[in-house]
């Protein structure tokens, strides 16, 4: 008989568990304190049920005592079994037309990193302009930027694509922070690519899981249409000035040791040697990639939504057996995203219907009252940037706050659209501050090639410069799409 200890049974997975039974009490502790006060005058019951429900899960979401998903659906069960929504008002959210583009965009980006064209993209770029070392992280920010639009998990492009050809290249230049080498190249690639991977993630609907939440948010609580290409346009001039200035500013403030990497350029083309010619699944990829954006760009003219057209291009890698079905039953990404996002759609709008929303923001006018609509804009929207210091998920903090703000906005006179879009873009580059605030952050912060307090501190002057880029050049080219 083997002594060996089962694995549950050692000190490490026993803390483990009962830090999670700790947060699941916290989390349904919250749901009941909340749910048992009076309700507040102005408002009906059922709202402040919902209300007390939604920021149980919220709470969850951020302690993280089970998945996201199951979460989710804890939710969705209480909402129905309380009878503060009917079973078929609590499953509303799944038949969202937004939740759908997501879900389908998950299996698209699949297909990148199955056929390997995600990969072959990069190591282009690295040959053709990784020469330098600043030269060398704009190459991988545009390979992140060409991924994002059909790439909607930030996380999936970082680890499945971006980090692992990173971390090849520190290796390459013996870059390595058990070696005291971090500073060579490591620490300013690692960081640079953090940061170009949430300004990606602000300039697309499909680039970031949580936008369409956005999207459905506004939407319900402003009657505002945020179209695809709409959000793509408002984003693609402060987005590029970013993706150029980003990479500069870090460069400064780390200082690399390595400035010339004419071996990357080498290694990237030995590496596009071993990957061989182009296949013919990479070729349907691309072009299904190229179909996408386009029935995006102009679907509308067309009365073709963009949930249509991410069928379409679904389908069309089916066909061509670029992906099976086994590949979409196993994306355990989308299906998780499929289950938090239709209880948080669901919860979101029928606490806008039963009046939460418009009871809340009331309350919350008093903070800017008196304040011409340019201040409160800006003030509303810098306090939503810092706040995520407290979330540990964009999901979240969108979930959260991202209606209550808009709402306050509009309220004092803000233009739509303006405040819609603002605190759109800030729900991504909002997690540049922290090393927990969005999934590719532990992600590079975890390759131990920065400490926390060069993180938190790099990701601070990167914070004023996001602000100023968006608020600023953003707001000029706003201005000239006529949204103020």
Known sequence: MSNKKNDSTTPENQQNDNTQIRNLIITFAVGLILWFIPTPAGLESEAWQL??????????FILKPLPMGAIAIIAITMTAITNTLSIEESLSGFGNTTIWLIVSAFFIARGFIKTGLGVRISYFFVKKFGKKTLGLSYALLVSDLILAPATPSNTARTGGILFPIIKSLCITYDSDPAKGTENKIGNFLMKTAFQGNLVTSAMFMTSMAANPLIVSIAYDVAGLELTWTTWAVAAIVPGLVSLAVIPFVIYKITNPVVKETPGASEWAGKKLSE???????????????????????FGSDFDISATTTAFVG??????????????????KGAWDTLCWFAALVMMASYLNELG???????????SVAGMNWITAVLVMAIAYYYSHYFFASMTAHISAMYGAF???????????????????FFSSLMASTTHYGTGPAPIYYGSGYLSQNKWWGIGFVISLVHIIIWVVIGGLWWKFLGYW
């Open 356 to 366: 939460m929303v418009g009871w809340f923001t009331e309350i919350m006018e008093g």
């Open 51 to 60: 209300f007390a429900i939604f920021v149980a899960t919220i709470i969850g």
């Open 275 to 297: 990957l061989g010619p182009i296949q013919k699944s990479e070729k349907y990829m691309m072009s299904v990639f190229f179909l996408i954006l386009i029935m995006w760009i």
């Open 406 to 424: 808009l709402a306050v906005m509009m309220t004092v006179g803000a233009p739509g659209y303006l405040s819609a879009l603002i605190l759109a």
């Open 314 to 331: 679904l389908s069309v890698l089916l066909i061509t057996k670029v992906l099976t079905f086994e590949d979409i039953k196993s994306e």
